[in-house]
């Protein structure tokens, strides 16, 4: 399995950029070929589960985000489960613990789903827009000659116009008295009254309203139109004062509400329930009109453009117009509720459907409104993006070429080639690596080695340590005073692919951190420099001059809190550049307590002597790398040797 291990650390590289660029499907498709190639890559169940996420999220169920696939989760879960779903994926998703590409805007989406979700009455508005939507505008009615109107409209007006008539749907064997005729007919048959055996009345507790649901919804959870709060729908006695002639139109009626769709929580408007009251019929029969008058003037606007500004009759005339009496009063004193009228064109006979209303064409433009916006705001964050990129590729390019320049101002060392120390072999994975600051060119910046991607030429998945705090060593505000910190205790930056090999200076010792962070301390043996002018009451007013001299030491014990590190000073050997002898009084010895820390600069290569280099190489002192030590410490004395 080794050997497909560099194959599935490309096809997760490329997954990667696919995520990043939003390309869901396609990364996903290259990290299940990583998983399959090497099943053991870090990172790949974390991607997997970011990825489930974000594809969840482009779902649309009747035009609302899938926020159930967000979670993992059915609309049927109970708000345990729910919230199980949520812990699970939280501890996935956390962006302290997921450092892969996308972690943070999954959370996002994740902690989204859940502070909707948890709260149950936008659960309850969620789960009605998410079942219904589509509904309203998918019914179609026939004509009314065929079948009355969905919301009992039609079966009003007629009624307004046919109650002093003799009645065309009398029974069987009635007799119809012919014109002229003296004898009087015998009295019509009493009407059949059937109760249909598919639906349940119910009651709202809070309004006091009377509904009648098919009775798929028995026991379900239901929004009431009326006061729009939500209840237990559970089966009660049907009205006392509901009208007789009511019952014999249901099997009618249940042909146009027998038929939609929806989840129990939200199943549309009641049964309707039809009041055969002279008065309130001819009363509903001016109100239809009205309401049609009203939506004709607002669909000619709609094709139009924007809505023009509603006067305040027409206001008035909505809010009384816009409300069919379907619900029955129950009887004590409350008056007949009212529900949101299914707007259909009466006027129109055969298979029309419905018209949109005022607030569906507000809501509707008000979507696309969003949806440009967002578009637009996707399109400038996409050029800020390429302007900042463009912008970062010519600064690396500068920032190169200053290196490239400053790197050959390095006069060679006098015997050890240090460049060969860090070659593009000498990188490994899970190492720390120093890197030359952009001030004065010494190594203060480090980066931790992720992943050696490839070695010639040299290109390594690393990210940059930085700190935003200095508490390790007390109350001094070492980096508010405008100065890098070069030890102590960081942070892993984001990922990045880093390919020039002359940044780096030399690999150093670390470990790290119960909190995952990365420590850096002096260690017994190693070589630093320390600021020579070094003082608390520095800041950014001091002059380069002053900051950038140095002395170099060597540490002679591990760093501890309680004593610091203790140090001895090293001192230039004659006549060579680079070449500098420990100090051999004990008198020397200096310690750096906890709270000056920072007089540490940085830490410089070295090597030690054996005397086998040359004729005239020191034995026992240390060579020091050029191009981390300070250009007035390389001098040539008079009588520089030979073999430099």
Known sequence: MECNKDEAIRAKTISEKKLFDKDYAGSKKFILKAQTLYPGLEGISQ?????????????????ETDWYGILGANPSDDDETIKKHYRKLALVLHPDKNKSVGADGAFKLLSEAWSLLADKAKRLAYNQRRSTRGFHSKVSFQSRASSPAGNGAHSLAKQATTKQNVRSHTGPGSV???????????????????????????????????????????????????????????????????????????????????????????????????NTDPATASKAASVIQQVNDRLKREREEFYSGWPSKKSKSDDESQSSGAKIPYQMSTGNGVPAGTGNLFAFSLSNSVNRSRELNHFEIRHILLKKARTEIHRKLQEWDSMEKSKENEAGETSQIKDEQEREQSAMKVPDPDFHEFDLDRMENSF?????????????????????????LSRKPLRVKLSWLNSKTTSEFGSFDWLGCGFHKSLGEFRIGRHEVYKNLNSFSQKVEWKKSPRGTVLIF?????????YRNWSRDWNESVPDDVIHKYDMVQVLEDYTEERGVPVSPLIKFTGFRTVFHPHTHQSEVKMI????????????????????????????????????????????SAGTNESS
Request: glycine share 6%; aromatic share 8%; net charge positive.
């Open 176 to 274: 119809v008295r012919p014109p002229g005729s003296a004898a009087q007919p015998p009295p019509p048959r009493p009407p059949v009254v059937s109760r249909r055996t598919d639906t349940f009345w119910t009651i709202c507790l809070g309004c006091k309203m009377h509904y009648e649901y098919l009775k798929l919804y028995l026991n379900h959870t239901l929004l009431c139109p009326n006061c729009r709060q939500p209840f237990l729908a559970k089966e009660m006695p049907p009205p006392s004062n509901l009208p007789k002639s009511t019952a014999n139109k249901q099997n009618q009626i249940s042909s146009s509400h027998g038929k939609y769709t929806g989840a129990a929580q939200n199943p549309g408007p009641p049964l309707p329930r039809v």
């Open 428 to 452: 490994e994975d899970n190492q720390v690596w120093s890197a030359y600051d952009d001030d004065d060119g010494m190594p203060r910046f480090y980066a931790l080695i992720h992943k050696v």
């Open 522 to 530: 002096p260690r017994k043996g190693q070589v630093w420099a320390l």
């Open 47 to 63: 991607m997997l589960t970011i990825l489930d996420v974000y594809i969840a999220s482009e779902n649309k169920v009747n035009g």
């Open 593 to 636: 307590p906890k709270e000056e820390m920072f007089r540490f600069s940085h830490q410089v290569p070295k090597y030690l002597l054996t005397g086998s280099e040359a004729h005239n190489a020191p034995q026992g002192c240390l060579e020091l790398d050029p191009a981390a030590t300070p250009s007035d410490l390389i001098q040539e």
